[in-house]
């Protein structure tokens, strides 16, 4: 008689960072979406704020409670998601439209 292999545990974020971290990858998949079906504007705008959300939260927590956020140093990872937040806001903002 062969014993059943017991399951792993779900493997859930363990940290407010980490649940964070998995909200700015739905967002940006959500914004990836909204950018395929042709309203790229609101698709760059849902992933340039999905970033904001993760500096913001990478900046607040320590280094223990950032979870899967902390990637290198608080201020590089903080400087990085600001960058690349605003960057796709502004990209949404100042492109202008194009005549089809």
Excluded: K, N
């Amino acid at each position: 008689m062969t014993t059943p292999v017991p399951e792993p545990p779900r493997r859930l974020p363990q940290t407010l960072g980490g649940t964070i971290y998995v909200l700015v990858v739905v967002m940006a998949l959500v914004g990836l979406g909204i950018v395929v079906a042709g309203a790229w504007r609101t698709g760059l705008v849902w992933m340039g704020v999905g970033m904001l959300l993760g500096a913001l939260t990478r900046a607040v927590l320590s280094e223990r409670a950032a979870g899967m956020l902390r990637v290198r140093r608080r201020w590089s990872d903080v400087l990085m998601l600001t960058v690349a937040g605003i960057g796709l806001i502004v990209l949404a903002v100042i492109v202008p439209d194009q005549p089809l």
